[in-house]
């Protein structure tokens, strides 16, 4: 393989893939833009927590008027980014929703699988392997998101109440806490903790729930009514 990696960066890279795929792209029925610009990042807090593989912004939100791609960070492996690249243009092409057209142009491009993988078919697979051949590989190491970044943000939505008798505690939200803690099932008052005072024994709060990974998110403007 080629040492080409070396001497490109990331978003050199990203669009030099982008140009072999407007044939692809062309014979399959779909029209990209003259301009598309491709970076590695994350456009939003959502994409970070979520686990977005690829980002598309409208050309709205761009200065420059033009489509603005992101591919995740966490991706590293060629393959895999030309896979997520795939998917976005496929937005570029036809919008947000992944509807029969996006299903029906995903198949004629060359992703496999449901209308959410970034999954090359066979063909579509030998093509970007010679490319990246010539190419080389994608020069980015993978960034791991910490647990604490990738979970809900939550942080300040919710208080925590705990049972003066036993170790019972719930969290509410404090929209509704600013009215008075509830009492307990067993029939004592429930008060939130005292700042700095360690929670009850027993008590002790669950891990928050991680959001299930989303393969793009596509921001366009919001429909005039």
Same mark, same amino acid.
């Given at each position: 393989?080629?040492?080409? !990696?070396?001497?490109?960066?990331?978003?050199? +890279?990203? #669009?030099?893939?982008?140009?072999?795929?407007?044939?692809?792209?062309?014979?399959?029925?779909?029209? /990209?833009?003259?301009?598309?610009? *491709?970076?590695?990042?994350?456009?939003?807090?959502?994409?970070?927590?979520?686990?977005?593989?690829?980002?598309? +912004? !409208?050309?709205?939100?761009?200065?420059?008027?033009?489509?603005?791609?992101?591919?995740?960070?966490?991706?590293?492996?060629?393959?895999?980014?030309?896979?997520?690249?795939?998917?976005?243009?496929?937005?570029?092409?036809?919008?947000?929703?992944?509807?029969?057209?996006?299903?029906?142009?995903?198949? @004629?491009?060359?992703? !496999?699988?449901?209308?959410?993988?970034?999954?090359?078919?066979?063909?579509?697979?030998?093509?970007?392997?010679?490319?990246?051949?010539?190419?080389?590989?994608? %020069?980015?190491?993978?960034?791991?998101? %910490?647990?604490?970044?990738?979970?809900?943000?939550?942080?300040?939505?919710?208080? @925590? *109440?705990?049972?003066?008798?036993?170790?019972?505690? *719930? /969290?509410?939200?404090?929209?509704?806490?600013?009215?008075? %803690?509830? #009492?307990?099932?067993?029939?004592?008052?429930?008060?939130?903790?005292?700042?700095?005072?360690?929670? #009850?024994?027993?008590?002790?709060?669950?891990?928050?729930? @991680?959001?299930?990974?989303?393969?793009?998110?596509?921001?366009?403007?919001?429909?005039?009514?």
């Amino acid at each position: 393989m080629a040492d080409a !990696a070396s001497q490109v960066n990331r978003e050199e +890279w990203l #669009t030099a893939n982008v140009e072999p795929l407007r044939t692809v792209f062309a014979r399959a029925g779909g029209t /990209l833009p003259a301009s598309i610009r *491709v970076s590695c990042g994350w456009a939003s807090a959502d994409a970070r927590r979520r686990g977005t593989l690829i980002e598309c +912004w !409208a050309p709205q939100f761009s200065a420059q008027h033009v489509w603005e791609s992101f591919v995740s960070p966490i991706l590293d492996d060629s393959l895999a980014v030309v896979g997520a690249l795939v998917h976005g243009l496929v937005h570029v092409c036809l919008g947000a929703r992944h509807g029969w057209p996006f299903r029906h142009l995903a198949r @004629r491009v060359g992703l !496999a699988g449901s209308v959410r993988s970034i999954e090359l078919a066979p063909e579509l697979e030998a093509r970007v392997y010679a490319h990246i051949d010539k190419l080389g590989n994608y %020069p980015h190491a993978r960034i791991e998101v %910490p647990d604490e970044l990738a979970r809900l943000s939550e942080v300040g939505r919710y208080g @925590r *109440v705990e049972c003066s008798e036993c170790a019972c505690f *719930v /969290l509410m939200t404090n929209r509704w806490l600013r009215y008075g %803690p509830p #009492t307990c099932h067993c029939g004592a008052p429930m008060r939130p903790p005292p700042p700095g005072e360690p929670p #009850t024994e027993g008590a002790a709060l669950p891990p928050k729930p @991680r959001r299930p990974r989303r393969i793009c998110a596509v921001r366009v403007p919001a429909a005039r009514s």
